[in-house]
């Protein structure tokens, strides 16, 4: 006794609480038994999302070998617990997400050209796909007796001069000049660099008359295509590309204004082929199944009819999902259809969250690089909600089916179409500020007709008139067809004109989004109470966003753009630029008028070759802008006086040493290293597109040899 130690010592203490809150963590697991499982796409992403943070290939070891430690020390925690199991299987899923896409980039991804390069390229088509929105056809190509060039170049050729004989097999020569594939032209932007390099992309071009068939193709268009084809001539105006969209998924003939009515109005969704067309197409597939074996009275009698049926749905949705090309959305809830499907079959209640964490496994396992793309993180956001929602004992007690009036049941209808909508928008808003910067604030209203309207007219008559069209007989049907998509347009252009159609936002950092994203996991996957404290980290993170100072001054990676931010409005250096241009700046700086010549503004003076601007930041100091706006050579005297009068100097080419402004020289040199900037002058914050020291693969420097 004399040696025992006192029972009010602070290890004691500290002993006791671990082990209670051990037991108060234990306790609430076990309540959330049933959930568990679905942290393992979770744990998996999280291994994938870190290979594309970290920078460099000591960054991703370090990471493995960190999420290894981890699972070590969850193995000393007290054995059979829940929390033992869920740490060392979420560490060991991290480094397994990590190692799959670190694995399938070493293995299948394609090393992008190094420069650009003017050729003269033959090359055999793999693939072809009309544009008919942009008046062109783009070109797959394996280039023939080419040591230099990739693999696989991809190259837009202009309807004009298209030749006899191309298509699939063909062998073509022509002039085009290369260029690697476009990294973000500014922090924040759309980074195709990264997409064309698991797609096997090296280089992208456009291909300069005349161009040559040397052997021309002697296979039939693919199915997908021909079907492309017949629908743009059934159907005339805006409403083919709709109609081509809804039977094929391309949707290449649809206008950049009616594309940009369906985003802004939250309609866009119904032009990727997602789980509403799978669904639609399934549950049509077996009403037909059901109804015809029904006919039979044998078949009723001594047939499995729902079996079968479900049979029958299974091979249309895989069949609609390679017709369509096996989008990740399509993948996705084709999946999840099978799984359902499944579950019937063997009497189980399927559509579960379990149910999207098995797609969501099954996607991530064959393809990794989509967890970075808005088209999975959109999809299996949205799909959790609906299904999260589903399951919530108040929501299905209102949603029940229950014996009452026409008007109610239909206004019942209604409002839990509007209430899935609602949370549709709340859960896709991050993710569309962070790659769009804009989310849509209507589309839950706009939704109440469009889905009905695409999912019970829409789609059953373009099946009829396709099924017509074989005795041909499909005109009519064409026509309702036609009607039915004019009306559909007609609510997109006349929600996206509200201006509270889309909530603008300028470039949502890293760190808040996926802070914002943790948050919003934690309110779907658990079902207790706790499940609410997601919610701080997703208020934090969506008002942080706004509240942060948007950049100043954006400046494209080759340094010919550049956008200021002037009092409430923006305005562009060069006035001739581009749609694309503008509406890539314009999108970054969450900014939704038109941009304005900064050669117009009253605290600019420009000549045709240089532009001077007086910026005032929010703490009210003045800066001295400095662009060069042509190739011409400006006299030594006057243009080193004017470097060193200014803060910021951009230039497209490389400027002088003897330019020397009073903070940064943003000239070619500079850009080459940094890629497209953005400049806070408040806080003197920069953020630019490319990393120090990065080593992702597709990321093209000055001097790295091509392997």
């Known amino acids: 006794m004399a040696f025992e130690p006192r029972q009010t010592s602070l290890g004691w203490r500290l002993a006791a609480l671990s082990r209670a809150g051990l037991a108060a963590v234990e306790s609430w697991l076990e309540r959330e038994r049933e959930q568990l499982g679905l942290w393992a796409p979770v744990g998996l992403g999280a291994g994938i999302a870190a290979w594309f943070v970290l920078p460099h290939a000591m960054g991703w070891l370090a990471f493995c070998c960190g999420a290894l ?9 007290p054995i059979g617990g829940r929390l033992r199991r869920m740490i060392v299987a979420g560490a060991i899923l ?3 997400g990590c190692l799959l896409v670190w694995g399938k980039a070493v293995l299948f991804g394609q090393q992008p050209l190094v420069k650009a390069t003017f050729v003269q390229l033959s090359g055999d088509v793999t693939s072809l796909r009309p544009v008919p929105a ?11 007796d080419a040591p230099g060039l990739p693999e696989v170049v991809r190259v837009n050729i202009a309807d004009a001069d298209v030749p006899a004989g191309l298509g699939e097999g063909a062998r073509v020569r022509f002039r085009v000049r290369l260029m690697p594939p476009a990294p973000p032209s500014v922090p924040g932007g759309y980074d195709f660099a990264a997409r064309a390099y698991f ?17 021309p193709s002697t296979a039939p268009p693919p199915l997908r295509a021909r079907l492309f084809g017949h629908i743009l001539e059934r159907v005339d105006g805006p409403a083919e590309g709709i109609a081509a969209a809804l039977a094929t998924g391309d949707q290449g003939a649809i206008s950049e204004t009616d594309a940009e009515a369906m985003r802004r109005s939250g309609l866009a969704h119904l032009l990727s082929i997602s789980g509403l067309h799978v669904t639609a197409l399934i549950g049509a597939v077996i009403f037909l199944l059901m109804r015809i074996m029904a006919l039979s009275q044998w078949a009723a009698l001594g047939w499995p009819l729902m079996l079968i049926a479900a049979a029958g749905g299974a091979l249309a949705g895989i069949g609609y999902t390679l017709l369509t090309g096996a989008e990740v959305p399509t993948v996705r809830s084709c999946v999840a259809a099978l799984l359902v499907l499944g579950g019937l079959a063997m009497g189980r209640d399927a559509v579960t969250l379990r149910l999207v964490a098995t797609g969501a496994l099954i996607v991530l396992a064959l393809w990794p690089e989509a967890l970075v793309g808005p088209s999975f993180q959109m999809s299996f956001a949205a799909v959790t909600a609906l299904v999260a929602l589903a399951e919530h004992p108040r929501f ?4 029940a089916a229950r014996d009452e009036g026409m008007l109610r049941k239909l206004g019942r209808g209604l409002a839990v179409l509007l209430a899935t909508g609602i949370a549709v928008e709340l859960v896709l808003m991050p993710i569309a500020l962070f790659h769009f910067h804009k989310a849509g604030l209507l589309g839950a209203f706009a939704n109440l007709i469009a889905i009905p309207l695409t999912t019970f007219v829409v789609m059953p008559l373009e099946a009829l008139a396709l099924l017509l069209d074989v005795v041909g007989l499909g005109a009519p049907a064409w026509w309702l067809t036609q009607k039915a998509l004019d009306f559909l347009l007609l609510i997109a252009h006349g929600v996206a004109a509200s201006p509270m159609a889309t909530l603008l936002a300028p470039t949502m950092g890293m760190a808040l989004f996926g802070m914002t994203i943790i948050g919003l996991l934690w309110c779907l996957l658990w079902r207790t109470g706790v499940r609410w404290v997601g919610l701080v980290p997703v208020v934090i993170g969506i008002v942080a966003t706004f509240a942060a100072s948007p950049p100043d001054i954006f400046i494209t990676g080759d340094g010919r753009h550049v956008a200021v931010r002037a009092g409430k409005g923006m305005a562009i250096l060069r006035d001739r630029a581009g749609d694309y241009v503008r509406d890539v700046l314009s999108e970054s700086a969450g900014y939704d008028g ?3 010549a900064i050669s117009a503004l009253p605290e600019a003076r420009c000549s045709p070759d240089l532009c001077a601007v007086r910026l005032k930041d929010g703490q009210g100091r003045n800066w001295r802008l400095l662009f060069t706006r042509s190739d011409v050579l400006i006299a030594r005297q006057d243009f080193a006086r004017d470097c060193a009068a200014a803060d910021i100097v951009v230039s497209d080419r490389g400027l002088p040493r003897w330019c020397r402004p009073r903070w940064m020289k943003i000239d070619r040199r500079l850009l080459m290293r940094t890629g497209g900037l953005s400049i806070t002058l408040k806080n003197g914050e920069v953020h630019t597109v490319h990393r120090p020291g990065d080593g992702h693969p597709w990321i093209v420097r000055p001097g790295r040899p091509k392997s």
């Open 94 to 96: 991290a480094c397994i």
């Open 594 to 596: 038109a941009l304005e």
């Open 134 to 144: 942009q008046a062109m056809v783009r070109v797959m190509l394996r280039p023939v």
């Open 199 to 215: 797609l096997g992309i090296g280089a992208t071009g456009k291909a300069l008359k005349p161009v040559e068939v040397l052997r």
């Open 69 to 77: 430690a981890i699972a070590c020390l969850g193995v000393m925690l």
């Open 396 to 399: 299905r007690l209102f949603a």
